[in-house]
């Protein structure tokens, strides 16, 4: 068991930043200025306050059962029977995140990247490649982490920096925004976008100081909440409000439109995809990790390896089931809305109900 | 000893496995270069009377499929030629046939763009490839009707860069993808190189498609476009902005106005010169403006957004016509520099009175409006109509300095 023990806090951020930054970096702008207009950075910062309750709810729980998986902890606090049912909802929560995951990477690479390859083909290659790489324990899931998290950071923090220079401040302008009716929706739907967090449920029993979880958990969201504030910063102060929610992507458009100095590319796209990969296998492989694990848990398993090709046709055929982009989109919505419930409330009532029963786990 | 050997035999093996295993990867998107027709320029006209009966019935049979019910558009496209595009400034007519063709230009009609290269394809043998298109020449004509179908075609596919040149022609845009300058063995790219030199020189702000969409799609501003004209020679003038209410053109400005733009937005290096008249008039001082700075202040005043506009230009001077008044003082150059104050003022005035009757804020004062002052947009404004309603009645201060800093190598 010592060996399962060594995740650092480092590395522990580094997992949860590697987990968030994922697919919905691509459309992020989109999503906050449908909310608010010019007002998207405050969103999305407003969006990320609101994940870092759900984070905060789940890390105080991680450090209070540092020796227990989500799965067995819940089963602690509100009885066998509604924790399993709790936990059933929670695994497949993840199992069709992953799934949605993979479909829109299939989307955007067959919309923008590789038009004739099937989308079947490109869902595939990256499920296999999340089933391949979630068959080790949980020490190499962390250094895969901690290995690509600088490859994801440092390109995109270029990137904004570099589209800078055709910014302009007034379209960032009123603060506020002019709509502010959408604003509240519009934090619901941000903090969606940070839901990559739950991983830190995973890896907490695995760190070898869990008390020290919650420096890795505000660190984490800070500098992802930072990274994603830039990135709808940048877009919309570059394109404007109104021209953002005319583009899908608008991040790959802003990648589209910044060029190195001196034209030495010129254009960024293809940088920028390839980061976005990184940052899509990433979190599809926590997700995937995630899934597994946990039924592992629930049924009480040893190992979880074998179960990595066992869900793969599942999630595949999850993934070809929505007809189109904007089909995917709607099911999306509904399905991270439905997963608020479960990466917020659902350790908020956990925490609670620890607190009031006076449960907490053994230390280690 | 000989484990360190054997490591080393070891990761070399690695290395070569590994590299062998790149070299097996394969692409399912994969087309050759030749299997690819490359747009390089693309025009787009409105078709004559005979256009209808030259139409194949490729996207739609006659009568039976409806098409759309849009005017029939001309467009012609450049593609360049495999092989033909000079690499390199030692590559030029190197087989001794001197001027060859380095694009080939063809044309179709459609009813609308997608339909018209729909049309194109079909006598292509190659995939028409849109990675490497540099401009969009539109003539006026078309122009003037509206070119939300071309903006949306563009918009949707992928290929597409925005940094590309849409312009607008004066007279048949067909004409710019036919026309060979001399200066470049590739006649779109000249066309592009045109514009962005102008940008380099401070003769035009810089205004890629890219950004032309964000600013018509901007509800506090319109988008503008380059409106060119062919000269002698096959050489391309820009001879003002088009500018443009929504996405119908509705006017054009001189090309000196282009400096009154510039002025505003405070847009450096500056690129233009002008005359100044000094004492009896009959002395005229050629200045060239260097450095342009700018900021624009809005408040409301009786109801009304009030904007005052503070630019100030450093110039230059460049010649004189007669030597009856020496420039050897500095109230010399203080009085050119109020000439010059008055004569930009002038402009200004002309220029934002121009689009303000045609209710285009190619400016984007209304964005202004909207990021400073947002409880009068929200209960006044809100929408890009209103603005424009507005915008033909705002009131503007200017306060223009200019500074003269040099005269050139000559004391007097």
């Given amino acids: ?364 | 000893m000989s484990t360190r050997i054997s490591v080393n035999q070891n990761v070399k093996f690695m290395i070569v496995l590994l590299l062998s295993c790149s070299l097996l990867t394969g692409c399912w998107d994969r087309m050759e270069i030749e299997e690819r027709a490359v747009v390089l320029g693309i025009s787009i006209d409105t078709a004559d009377k005979d256009a209808e009966a030259r139409e194949d019935e490729i996207s739609h049979l006659r009568g039976k499929y409806p098409a759309p019910k849009q005017e029939l558009i001309q467009l012609s496209v450049q593609i360049a030629l495999p092989g033909r595009i000079p690499l390199g400034p030692g590559e030029g007519g190197g087989s001794g046939e001197g001027e060859q063709e380095t694009v080939w230009v063809l044309d179709v009609v459609g009813h609308t763009v997608d339909d018209a290269m729909m049309n194109l394809q079909q006598q292509i043998s190659g995939k028409l490839f849109f990675g490497h298109l540099r401009v969009i020449v539109v003539s006026e004509e078309f122009a003037r009707k509206g070119i939300e179908n071309l903006n949306d075609y563009l918009h949707r596919n992928a290929e597409v860069r925005r940094m590309a040149w849409l312009m607008i022609s004066k007279g048949k845009a067909k004409n710019h993808m036919q026309a060979a300058p001399k200066l470049e063995r590739v006649p779109a790219l000249y066309l592009a190189s045109t514009l962005d030199d102008a940008v380099k020189h401070g003769k035009f702000p810089s205004n890629y498609i890219g950004t032309f969409w964000s600013n018509s799609s901007k509800k506090g501003q319109e988008g503008f476009l380059p409106y060119i004209k062919i000269m002698k020679g096959d050489n391309v003038e820009i001879s003002g902005m088009a500018f443009f209410k929504g996405a119908k053109m509705v006017g054009v400005t001189k090309p000196i106005e282009i400096a009154g733009y510039l002025v505003i937005k405070g847009i450096s290096p500056a690129g233009y010169r002008g005359i100044i008249h000094i004492g009896d008039d009959s002395q005229v001082v050629t200045i060239h403006a260097t450095n342009r700075e700018s900021e624009i202040k809005v408040d409301i005043k009786n109801g009304m957004p009030h904007f005052t506009i503070t630019a100030t230009t450093e110039i230059n001077i460049e010649e004189k016509n007669s030597d009856t008044i020496p420039v050897d003082n500095s109230k010399i150059l203080e009085e050119i520099a109020r000439e010059n104050e008055r004569s930009i003022t002038e402009l200004l005035i002309g220029l934002i009175q121009k689009t303000q009757k045609k209710e285009s804020d190619i400016f984007g004062f209304g964005e202004l409006v909207r990021a400073k002052e947002p409880s009068y947009w929200k209960s006044h404004v809100k929408s890009a109509e209103q603005w424009g309603e507005i915008y033909k009645n705002v009131t503007f201060d200017y306060r223009v300095t200019s500074k003269v800093r040099r005269i050139g190598m000559k004391a007097e």
């Fill in chain 1, 1 to 364: 068991m010592n060996e399962q023990r060594q995740i650092t806090v480092t590395q522990a951020a580094a997992v949860t930043i590697s987990t968030i930054v994922g697919v919905s970096v691509l459309a992020l702008p989109l999503a906050a200025v449908k909310a608010a207009d010019a007002g998207a950075p405050l969103v999305t910062f407003l969006g990320m306050l609101l994940a870092f309750v759900g984070l905060f709810f789940m890390t105080r729980l991680g450090m209070r059962f540092p020796n227990d998986s989500y799965i067995e902890y819940s089963e602690i606090i509100i009885g066998k029977w509604l924790g399993r049912i709790g936990g059933l909802l929670s695994i497949a929560f993840f199992a069709v995140l992953s799934s949605l995951v993979a479909r829109e990477f299939g989307e955007v690479v067959v919309t923008a990247v590789l038009k004739n390859t099937p989308l079947e083909v490109t869902v595939l290659v990256m499920l296999l490649l999340a089933a391949f790489s979630s068959r080790r324990n949980i020490m190499t899931f962390a250094y895969i982490h901690l290995f690509y998290s600088p490859f994801i950071l440092i390109p995109a923090l270029l990137i904004v920096a570099l589209s800078l220079k055709n910014a302009e401040i007034v379209n960032v302008l009123p603060v506020m925004g002019n709509e502010i009716r959408g604003i509240p929706a519009g934090i619901i739907t941000l903090s969606t976008m940070f839901q990559g967090y739950f991983i830190m449920m995973m890896v907490i029993p695995a760190m070898c100081k869990p008390e020290r979880a919650m420096r890795s958990s505000i660190w984490a969201m800070l500098i992802t909440g930072v990274l994603y504030i830039l990135i709808v910063s940048a877009t919309v102060s570059v394109f404007g409000a109104e021209e953002t929610k005319k583009l899908l992507w608008p991040t790959l458009e802003l990648a589209k439109a910044t060029s190195l100095p001196a034209n030495v590319l010129e254009r960024l796209d293809a940088v920028f995809l390839a980061v976005w990969v990184t940052a899509v296998f990433t979190s599809l492989f926590s997700c995937y990790y995630f899934t597994i694990y946990s039924i592992s848990k629930l049924f009480r398993l040893a190992d979880h390896g074998m179960l990595s090709f066992f869900i793969l046709p599942f999630l595949f055929v999850l993934a070809m089931l929505p007809q189109s982009l904007i089909h995917l989109n709607e099911v999306n919505s509904v399905i991270s809305k439905f997963g608020l419930l479960i990466t917020i409330v659902y350790p908020g009532v956990l925490l609670i109900i620890a607190k009031l029963r006076k449960k907490r786990g053994k230390s280690k």
